[in-house]
Structure formats: C-alpha cells, structure tokens
C-alpha cells in the first residue's frame, strides 16, 4: 500500500523530542537518554520507551518526535481497535473526513467516560506520506465498538511481519482509514497542517472551528 498523503489528528499537547531531529544514529539513542536521564530525571517520560521500536525501524530527522511518540508512549489503559496497548500504533486516513470523523468519536468517548462538563480541546492535522505492506482488515475486525477482534488480528499482523491494516473507515465509510504499526512507514517530513478547535457541550462534540476561522462547522 502507498498513499502519498495521509491525514491524522492529535491533540495539540504532544511536545517535540528533540532526540529524534538529532543527528545521532537510533541504535545509540538508549545510550543518549541514559546519558541525559542522569542530569534530566524527566527524560525517559518526555521520549518514551524507545525498546518498543527496533533500531532498524526508528525514524530520525526533521518532524520525527511527532512520528516516534505514537510508537514509544503507549499505556495498557489507552487500547485502540488494532493495539491492545502494549504497542503504539499511527492511525490515519486517506483524507480530512476520516480522521475528522474518527478522533470527533474518540473526542466524545474521553469526555462521556470521564463526565467532562462543556469545554473546548485544540487539535491538529498531520499529514505525511504511509507506505508499506498493510493486510485487509476482515469485516468482523470492524465493529462500531468492539475492538476485541481487531486487537487479536492486529497482533498476529504485526508479528507475522506485516506493516499495518487497511480498512474501511468506521466513523466515515467513504473513506479509508490505516493502522500503521513502525515508524518508518511513513515519510518526512510530517507537514503540521491546519488547527482546530473541537466542542463539547456536555453531551457531545456538537461543531469545529478551524484556527483563524470566524464560523464554528456543525457536524
């Protein structure tokens, strides 16, 4: 699979690590932190645990922290439909709408769970070129709330030496959407697009504002 250009959205608050713009070789980086952890005791939580990326499939240069953080700051309790958590995983689409509509769900899942009241969270797209070698995902893999199946399929894929899974995106099945499972997948630079502004009214993501707007986009 190659798409020239993908689109993903994160919440704005993930810092840079300068580490992976550096121009030191990946298989040296654990020395590095090691090295900086000794004088800097945030270190490791600030770039993550670099043991779950083989050397080989890191990705160094410029924009390269937004790529290795969806890989080395993964949590058990943050599961996605092809992770149990265990492994970081770069979830894009093959245009706006899909991500727009697959973080707007995730957006609404946080805030219901969590009892937020109305407030407002910033977002941002990335957009970056994904290439590799990406199995189907079979339709069972695709239930609106169930991601126990995909978890399963996703983890015989990845360490049967498969890239990612393409699939029919759930929240917008006009579009595509992958699960991309190394960093060296997707290509450099990552161009940091448009902001956004995402609303909760208390009870749902009720509309969108892009940054530098003046009308909020009802969904």
């Known amino acids: 699979m190659k798409w020239p250009k993908a689109h993903r959205i994160i919440r704005t608050i993930y810092p840079p690590v300068d580490l992976f713009e550096d121009i030191a070789p990946p298989e040296d980086w654990e020395m590095l932190v090691a090295a900086e952890a000794r004088f800097n005791p945030r270190i490791r939580d600030t770039v993550g645990n670099l043991a779950l990326v083989p050397a080989a499939r890191r990705l160094a240069g410029p924009t390269a922290s937004l790529v290795m953080a969806a890989f080395t700051h993964v949590s058990k309790s943050r599961p996605s ?4 958590g265990t492994y970081g995983v770069w979830y894009c689409g093959d245009r706006f709408e899909v991500a727009l509509a697959e973080t707007a769900y995730h957006f609404e ?3 219901r769970l969590t009892r937020e009241p109305a407030a407002d969270a910033d977002f941002r797209e990335l957009c970056a ?3 590799g070698d990406f199995a189907a995902a079979p339709q069972d893999c695709l239930d609106p709330e169930d991601w126990g199946k995909g978890q399963i399929f996703g983890r015989q894929m990845r360490a ?3 890239d990612g899974v393409v699939y029919p995106s759930v929240r917008y ?3 595509m959407a992958a699960a991309v ?4 997948c997707i290509t450099l630079p ?3 697009a448009r902001q956004f502004r ?3 009214d208390g009870t749902r993501m009720t509309r969108y504002l892009l940054h530098g707007a003046r009308e909020w986009v009802h969904i």
């Open 160 to 162: 049967g030496g498969r």
């Open 129 to 131: 070129g994904v290439k």
């Open 198 to 200: 995402y609303h909760w």
């Open 190 to 192: 990552v161009s940091q």
């Open 81 to 84: 439909r092809f992770s149990d």
């Open 109 to 111: 899942r946080f805030m």
């Open 173 to 175: 099945p006009a579009g």
């Open 181 to 184: 499972f190394w960093p060296d």
